[in-house]
């Protein structure tokens, strides 16, 4: 248990810092810009994401806007489950 809470304190850690530093902001539960979510927010906000397998395609479905702003401040790795594509450098 103390590990998952460490991970996930690194995680939102990360997130806020990764805002910080972008002087950007994600919109909170009640639709107001923070630079300080918490990560339960930001997996509500996934929720409604699916990874849908369909005559041999692989897609992902509901990726809006807002979950595309959001991914912006994951790392490749984490934007690799999403199928985006990487950033060329």
Not at 8 to 13: F, K, V
Not at 21 to 44: C, E, H, M, Y
């Amino acid at each position: 248990m103390v590990l998952c809470l460490l991970v996930y304190n690194l995680a939102q850690r990360q997130l806020r810092l990764d805002l910080a530093i972008a002087q950007d902001t994600i919109p909170n539960q009640l639709g107001k810009p923070t630079n300080s979510p918490t990560l339960r927010w930001v997996f509500q906000c996934f929720m409604a994401v699916h990874l849908v397998y369909f005559q041999g395609l692989t897609q992902v479905v509901n990726l809006s806007p807002l979950r595309l702003h959001i991914l912006n401040f994951f790392s490749p790795a984490c934007q690799r489950y999403y199928l985006l594509p990487l950033p060329v450098s």
